[in-house]
């Protein structure tokens, strides 16, 4: 048994080397508590992207939205039209020259022939809003707001208070820790979703382009509240040495506070195949 003391370090790699004759490992943490946040949100568009000056984070928004979901699954945007802002260089001369295209060039009537044309179409910021209530249970825990499938930017507020920097990975959920905000009680959530193009990804990028997957506004993945203990596992990293006949075990500890937390570490390493453990660090 190795015992490890977190010191004054909010994320903490702590190294345990263990002697063993087989290479499986297992690893154990607290589950995670969650509160799921799929339902109704309200919301509120803002092409001109005046929301932020204006302060939307601190009002209470007026439309209707289900998410997870993006802004054209819920019927809202723009109608498709000849002048439509598409995302992507592709295009035909076909559609825009031949005569046979000439009806699906009408306003009322528009067809695109090579992007996947939404039945909605929206660029700009939108800002969605729901109330949450956190259950007593999430009392003295990390509590983290975890949104899977962002298209693109997203920005988080609580009561009218900002919570971190803004999110626009396109490849991982964006993950705000929103622990010092959501005390148990009753509490508003503010999502701005921006998916105006900012970061050069390269314009046909299929993360990004009207003709791939479209270039859609919302979340459409998991959203939800995970509670977690405030010192828990954040990775566990396996380094064989086969001639040593060992290996290295690196587990990164994640913690809220520079605070010293003492505690004990425990990593156990079996056999292929189960039977009794071959060592314990």
Same mark, same amino acid.
């Given at each position: &048994? %190795?015992?490890?003391?977190?010191?004054?370090?909010?994320?903490?790699?702590? /190294?345990?080397?263990?002697?063993?004759?087989?290479?499986?490992?297992?690893?154990?943490?607290?589950?995670?508590?969650?509160?799921?946040?799929?339902?109704?949100?309200?919301?509120?568009?803002?092409?001109?992207?005046?929301? !932020?000056?204006?302060?939307?984070?601190?009002?209470? #928004?007026?439309?209707?939205?289900?998410?997870?979901?993006?802004?054209?699954?819920?019927?809202?945007?723009?109608?498709?039209?000849?002048?439509?802002?598409?995302?992507? /260089?592709?295009? %035909?001369?076909?559609?825009?020259?031949?005569?046979?295209?000439?009806?699906? @060039?009408?306003?009322?009537?528009? $067809?695109?022939?090579?992007? !996947?044309?939404?039945? $909605?179409?929206?660029?700009?910021?939108?800002?969605?809003? @729901?109330?949450?209530?956190?259950?007593?249970?999430?009392?003295? $825990?990390?509590?983290?707001?975890?949104?899977?499938?962002?298209?693109?930017? =997203?920005?988080?507020? +609580?009561?009218? $208070?900002?919570?971190?920097?803004?999110?626009?990975?396109?490849?991982?959920?964006?993950?705000?820790?929103?622990?010092?905000?959501?005390?148990?009680?009753?509490? =508003?959530?503010?999502?701005?979703?921006?998916? /105006?193009?900012?970061?050069?990804?390269?314009?046909?990028?299929?993360?990004?382009?009207?003709?791939?997957?479209?270039?859609?506004?919302?979340?459409?993945?998991? &959203?939800?509240? #995970?509670?977690?203990?405030?010192?828990?596992?954040?990775?566990?990293? *396996?380094?064989?040495?086969?001639?040593?006949?060992?290996?290295? +075990?690196?587990?990164?500890?994640?913690?809220?506070? #520079?605070?010293? *937390?003492?505690?004990?570490?425990?990593?156990?390493?079996?056999?292929?195949?189960?039977?009794?453990?071959?060592?314990?660090?």
């Amino acid at each position: &048994m %190795s015992k490890v003391l977190l010191t004054c370090r909010s994320v903490l790699a702590v /190294t345990v080397l263990l002697l063993v004759l087989g290479f499986t490992l297992s690893a154990w943490a607290a589950p995670l508590e969650s509160l799921d946040l799929s339902g109704p949100w309200r919301f509120r568009l803002d092409p001109e992207s005046r929301g !932020l000056d204006a302060g939307w984070f601190r009002e209470t #928004l007026e439309g209707f939205v289900r998410l997870p979901g993006s802004l054209n699954e819920n019927g809202i945007g723009n109608d498709v039209t000849p002048d439509t802002p598409w995302t992507g /260089t592709i295009t %035909s001369r076909m559609w825009h020259d031949d005569a046979r295209f000439a009806p699906y @060039r009408e306003e009322g009537n528009t $067809k695109i022939l090579f992007w !996947l044309q939404p039945d $909605k179409h929206y660029i700009g910021a939108a800002w969605y809003q @729901r109330d949450v209530e956190i259950p007593e249970s999430f009392l003295g $825990k990390t509590v983290l707001v975890r949104l899977e499938r962002c298209h693109w930017e =997203t920005r988080l507020w +609580v009561d009218g $208070k900002a919570v971190g920097s803004p999110r626009n990975s396109l490849s991982v959920p964006h993950e705000y820790n929103a622990t010092e905000a959501l005390t148990p009680g009753v509490h =508003t959530l503010t999502l701005r979703v921006d998916n /105006t193009y900012a970061l050069d990804v390269g314009v046909n990028a299929h993360s990004v382009s009207d003709n791939t997957q479209t270039n859609w506004n919302g979340v459409v993945g998991e &959203m939800k509240l #995970l509670a977690r203990d405030r010192v828990a596992l954040a990775g566990v990293q *396996v380094y064989p040495e086969v001639k040593e006949k060992r290996i290295w +075990v690196l587990v990164t500890l994640a913690k809220n506070s #520079l605070a010293t *937390v003492p505690g004990t570490l425990t990593v156990t390493a079996t056999l292929q195949g189960g039977g009794i453990p071959a060592a314990t660090g």
